[in-house]
């Protein structure tokens, strides 16, 4: 038999051919299964790619968002509906695995915008919708995108003024216009970036707590009986459970990192002084910082940068002229080795203090072992060491003397002071021992008159023809109420009642009968506030140039997410109760005070806001346990704490915190994103799935 040797040759040639054509084939295909986008866990990059290539449109992605939230956006909790109004207004009760989290209180759609405009029919306010099909001809027509947010869906706490939504802090206040006049800054600057703004999400209401009168109870993406962290819990929620791409929050003490924390996201904070104020429903007059929530440290840079700068409208923005970097920040967030740079461990918020810390210590201790894998080095006192102790002794009795005359007087024994203050000096043998980081940064600082004078100033601004001042608020508005839980939040209407008055609870020292005193609030005095942001700014600045650290880390907090509706583990380590004695009309009467010594913050580390400081939370892992607490009924219907429950088996997302100096926010970031980058503990709740259809 002859063998045609070139055509065999070219048989076998054409048949290789085929053959890798096919496996090319075959790769391509897995390849762009692989490459194939997702809604759930999308970021910008991967949707303005989508964008470009027009496999999708800023207005398909605000339906496919639209339908995740007709989904999962119910109501959570259980609890009496007050007829008149359709809202809960007494005690509630968490369903559990309810599938909903009631994250988000108003859609930027017609119709659902506005409680006084019920036509909503103003063309000069497009809704998302609208918003989207402007952004997608002009996209269509230019080629362009109009901003680095092109289309990008986003949920803002209702914090913020937004003049096309109703905007009121989550209160159920009778404005004549539920609508402000004008955008908060920080909005208008996303709306320029091309940001569309879906929708208002909930929070504890005036920015306290999880739970507001106007929007219910959040609850948390994952176990919806728990908390979502105050007081962004809504925007947090919103962004876990994947309804919008990311979100814009409010921290006065915790309130971006603390729903970061319990959510398991990137929070992003910067100095007081970079991001405006304006237009933002306060909760203080020094303190008030907004953030962002994002799932990524990319996207979360993305959005500050478009957010930072300088307004008129706000004076303390002044001070961040000419101190902006270069670059934007999402160029510092891209993954790099961190060879040559220190991380210092704050080994004082790191400490077991009883069974519910250990958890999350155990965790923070592996997250900090993963941030050697970044190349940097890990500069760390050890368990029980005190990074700051040199720092305070040298900084902490001449800058801020009231610790020392308040919490620290029984070592002022025979002596004034002044000469207390110089023995300590510089000497940390001769600091008491309860003198630590904890109770230096988290003793709650004397600020009579500020929420008072910042709420009326901002009404006064505001305009509203039925709401005038924080008395109307309180007068004109429907409020929750339930009995007192120990360690939760006060109800909103204890809140500004606090705001507006001094209540002390006196007994007569003869016969010891009760007396509530109430005194108008008339003054307004903030210096404590500052005088503790230099001493915190002073105390972070030597600790990071003695030891030549490029940042700080330690866990955002050492507590789990709480169980709604429940009592909270106490805050208070160590304490001393005493008796003090007033004098009322030449009569006198005797209160109780509690002297804290020692202390940690169920909701996060306040550092950070406290010092006006950049932090960036970042998911560092998951809790397998934790302690709860029982809860006790007493006669008069209130909660107290009772003994331990647990442990518990859970899932539970955590974060760690990286603080650095004023304005060092680039290089927190690029830390955030490295640390991100060798981890990858960031995973979506599992019960919010993708729906039927969903990409």
């Known amino acids: 038999m002859h063998i045609n040797i070139n055509k065999l040759r070219r048989d076998i040639i054409a048949f290789a051919a085929m053959t890798l054509l096919a496996v090319a084939g075959v790769a391509a295909t897995a390849a762009a299964q692989k490459a194939r986008f997702h809604l759930q866990?999308?970021?910008?990059?991967?949707?303005?790619?989508?964008?470009?290539?027009?496999?999708?449109?800023?207005?398909?992605?605000?339906?496919?968002?639209?339908?995740?939230?007709?989904?999962?956006?119910g109501r959570c909790v259980t609890g009496d509906v007050d007829p008149a109004t359709g809202l809960q207004l007494g005690s509630i009760r968490p369903i559990e695995n309810a599938g909903q989290v009631n994250a988000l209180i108003t859609l930027n759609l017609r119709g659902k915008r506005s409680k006084t405009d019920k036509s909503?029919?103003?063309?000069?306010?497009?809704?998302?919708?609208?918003?989207?099909?402007?952004?997608?001809?002009?996209?269509?027509?230019?080629?362009?995108?109009?901003?680095?947010?092109?289309?990008?869906?986003?949920a803002v706490k209702d914090q913020f003024d937004t003049f096309d939504m109703r905007s009121t802090s989550g209160a159920a206040a009778p404005y004549a216009n539920d609508r402000p006049p004008r955008d908060a800054e920080v909005i208008a600057r996303l709306r320029q970036?091309?940001?569309i703004i879906l929708a208002k999400a909930n929070l504890g209401e005036y920015a306290s707590g999880v739970r507001s009168t106007d929007g219910g109870t959040t609850c948390n993406p994952y176990d919806t009986t728990r908390s979502p962290g105050s007081s962004s819990g809504g925007p947090g929620a919103a962004v876990a459970a994947n309804l919008v791409m990311c979100a814009i929050g409010e921290e006065t003490g915790a309130s971006v990192r603390n729903p970061a924390f319990n959510s398991g996201l990137v929070g992003v904070v910067a100095t007081n002084t970079l991001v405006s104020r304006a237009g933002l429903i306060p909760a203080s007059l020094t303190d008030d910082r907004p953030g962002v929530l994002c799932r990524n440290v990319r996207d979360a840079a993305l959005v500050l940068?478009?957010?930072?700068?300088?307004?008129?409208?706000?004076?303390?923005?002044?001070?961040?002229?000419?101190?902006?970097?270069?670059?934007?920040y999402e160029r510092a967030a891209a993954p790099k080795s961190l060879k040559g740079y220190r991380?210092?461990?704050?080994?004082?918020?790191?400490?077991?203090?009883?069974k519910a810390d250990e958890e999350i210590v155990r965790v923070a201790n592996l997250a900090i072992a993963e941030l050697a894998k970044t190349g940097a080095e890990i500069v760390d006192p050890g368990p029980g060491g005190q990074l700051f102790k040199n720092a305070i002794a040298e900084l902490v009795p001449s800058l801020y003397t009231p610790i020392l005359a308040s919490t620290f007087r029984?070592?002022?024994?025979?002596?004034?002071?002044?000469?207390?203050?110089?023995d300590w000096h510089g000497n940390p043998q001769a600091l008491p021992p309860d003198a630590t980081l904890r109770i230096i940064v988290d003793a709650e600082p004397n600020a009579p008159g500020q929420l008072q004078f910042a709420l009326n100033s901002y009404l006064r601004e505001r305009g509203d023809k039925n709401i005038k001042t924080i008395d109307d608020l309180l007068e004109k508005s429907t409020f929750y109420d339930h009995p007192p839980i120990e360690g939760s939040t006060n109800p909103a209407k204890v809140r500004l009642q606090d705001a507006v008055t001094r209540t002390e609870r006196l007994r007569k020292k003869s016969d010891n009968s009760p007396l509530v005193r109430r005194t108008r609030i008339t003054n307004l005095d903030i210096t404590d506030l500052h005088a503790k942001r230099t001493m915190i700014q002073m105390l972070v600045n030597k600790v990071m140039a003695d030891h030549?650290?490029?940042?700080?880390?330690?866990?955002?907090?050492?507590?789990?997410?709480?169980?709604?509706?429940?009592p909270e583990e106490p805050q208070t380590i160590k304490s001393v109760s005493e008796t003090v004695t007033v004098m009322i009309d030449g009569v006198e009467y005797q209160r109780n005070v509690e002297r804290v010594l020692d202390t940690r913050n169920r909701r996060a580390w306040r550092l950070?806001?406290?010092?006006?400081?950049?932090?960036?939370?970042?998911?560092?892992?998951?809790?397998?346990?934790?302690?709860?607490?029982?809860?006790?009924?007493?006669?008069?219907?209130?909660?107290?704490?009772?003994?331990?429950?647990?442990?518990?088996?859970?899932?539970?997302?955590?974060?760690?915190?990286?603080?650095?100096?004023?304005?060092?926010?680039?290089?927190?970031?690029?830390?955030?994103?490295?640390?991100?980058?060798?981890?990858?503990?960031?995973?979506?709740?599992?019960?919010?799935?993708?729906?039927?259809?969903e990409p």
Do not use: C, W
Request: no cysteine; glycine share 8%; aromatic share 6%.
């Open 343 to 354: 991380i210092g461990v704050v080994r004082e918020f790191m400490q077991p203090l009883t």
């Open 120 to 154: 909503d029919n103003d063309p000069k306010m497009p809704d998302a919708l609208e918003t989207a099909q402007s952004l997608d001809d002009h996209l269509r027509r230019t080629g362009k995108f109009v901003g680095p947010l092109h289309g990008i869906p986003l």
């Open 410 to 422: 029984d070592a002022l024994a025979g002596t004034s002071v002044n000469n207390k203050a110089v």
């Open 305 to 328: 940068s478009q957010i930072t700068g300088y307004d008129p409208r706000d004076p303390v923005t002044a001070a961040s002229v000419g101190h902006k970097p270069a670059e934007p």
């Open 548 to 566: 030549k650290l490029d940042a700080l880390v330690y866990p955002t907090k050492t507590l789990p997410a709480p169980l709604l509706g429940a």
């Open 41 to 73: 866990e999308a970021t910008i990059a991967e949707v303005h790619q989508e964008f470009r290539t027009k496999r999708l449109t800023a207005t398909q992605l605000v339906n496919l968002y639209l339908k995740r939230i007709e989904a999962y956006n």
């Open 608 to 693: 950070s806001p406290f010092g006006g400081l950049p932090a960036v939370a970042v998911p560092a892992g998951f809790m397998r346990e934790v302690y709860d607490r029982k809860a006790v009924t007493n006669p008069d219907g209130s909660v107290r704490v009772g003994d331990y429950d647990g442990p518990k088996p859970v899932d539970l997302p955590m974060t760690i915190d990286f603080l650095g100096r004023q304005l060092s926010e680039a290089t927190l970031l690029k830390i955030a994103a490295a640390y991100e980058n060798v981890t990858r503990h960031r995973r979506p709740p599992k019960s919010f799935p993708p729906l039927p259809g």
């Open 193 to 195: 970036a091309g940001a």
